[in-house]
Structure formats: C-alpha cells, structure tokens
C-alpha cells in the first residue's frame, strides 16, 4: 500500500505539469508581449502591403472600411464617430464603442463596452492601422426603465489587459478576472486587422477573375450573335 502511495505521488507532480503544460500551449497566443504598449499606452498595429492600389484607391477602400464596417456597426451615442476623413492630413480615424460579449446563455449575459480609436494611414502600396486608447465600460446595471444601463465601471487597458495586470507572476497564465477582456480584446483586434486584410484579397480575386474572363473574350474566334 505504502509503495502504491509513493507511486501516486511521484506522478501526481507530472500529471500537473502535463495539464499545465497543455494550458500554457493553449493560451500561448494571449501571453508575453499579446498585448503591446508603446510610450506607456496599450497599442496594436498592423502594416501590410496592397500591391497594385494607388494611394487614392487604398485611402478610399481604407475609407469605407472604417466607416461601414466599424462606425456604422458601431453604438449609437456620442463615443462612436467619425474623427477625420484624412482629407487634410491623410490620416483616417474615429472613435468606436462597440459590445464585447463574454459569455452568453439563458437568462445571463456577460459582457462590456468595449470603446477604441482607430487611426490607418496608406500610401505607397501600404496600410498602416493603428488601434490604442482602448477602455470598458463593465458591470451596468440594467433595468426596464433604463435599458441603457447606468452606473459599471470604467478599466482603462493600460490598468487592466498589460502583462503586469492580466498574468500571474510566472506570465504562463491569464488571470481570472482581467484575463477575459485580454482575450477578447486580442481577438477582436485582430478580427479588425484580418478583415481589412480580407476586403482587398477579395478584390484582387474579383479583379483577377475579371482580367480572365476579358482574356477569354478576347481569344474567342467566332462572333456571337
């Protein structure tokens, strides 16, 4: 019995690391450095080239990426708008609040404003986003009289979401509490810069199918009447 017990307790440790190993791998793209902070503010920023586009046609697509896709979609009250068009100094930005949900099931609802201001400049076949003054408005109460909600509180991320405030010492894990608004706001952020990404691989395909199809036409040696 005592060599059974000895048995179960060396291997007990090891089970332990094998489970926290799988966790860490899991939750690898949420640690160190997922969170970036530039000159003291949390700051996420992507570049990319749009080979093809003149300066005109990626401010324009830009443009409408930021007003149709994330202002319009964004909550209606004063936070969201638009900030420039970058018609004087070529930078496009605006203010967007938007919901950031958590969790969702039957009679709970856990979620939070989620409020960030996006800043893109283009030229030169780039596309610089930039993504910072990121905060939450957490924890409303709600009530049939006011279905907007009043009072919660406001995290800024630079108090919430940094490695200092939403990992444990060792920096392998994501706390409990601050934990969900670093994943969430990782992914979301990212979910903005891929889909911007997105919006001119579709059109290269578009315009590539249509080079095609004009190709076809041209090689066809009988005429159609």
Request: hydrophobic share 40%; no cysteine; charged share 30%.
């Amino acid at each position: 019995m005592k060599r059974i017990i000895l048995v179960i307790a060396l291997l007990l440790p090891l089970a332990v690391m094998a489970q926290n190993s799988k966790v860490d791998k899991h939750a690898e793209k949420y640690l160190r450095g997922a969170v970036p902070v530039v000159n003291g503010a949390v700051t996420f920023q992507k570049t990319f080239r749009v080979p093809g586009q003149t300066d005109a046609q990626l401010h324009e697509n830009m443009l409408f990426y930021v007003k149709d896709n994330l202002v319009a979609k964004g909550m209606e009250d004063a936070w969201t708008r638009m900030l420039s068009d970058g018609t004087e100094d070529g930078i496009i930005a605006a203010r967007v609040e938007e919901w950031m949900t958590f969790t969702k099931k039957f009679l709970s609802l856990d979620r939070t404003r989620f409020r960030y201001q996006i800043a893109v400049t283009t030229g030169h076949e780039k596309v610089n986003i930039t993504i910072t003054q990121i905060s939450y408005l957490y924890d409303e109460e709600w009530n049939e009289n006011k279905p907007t909600g009043e009072g919660g509180t406001i995290y800024r991320a630079e108090e919430w979401i940094t490695d200092e405030h939403a990992l444990n010492a060792k920096g392998n894990k994501v706390l409990s509490g601050s934990g969900k608004f670093r994943r969430n706001t990782i992914e979301r952020v990212n979910e903005i810069f891929n889909n911007a990404m997105d919006m001119f691989e579709t059109q290269g395909r578009e315009k590539e199918a249509q080079e095609q199809e004009a190709t076809k036409v041209q090689k066809r040696k009988f005429v159609v009447e």
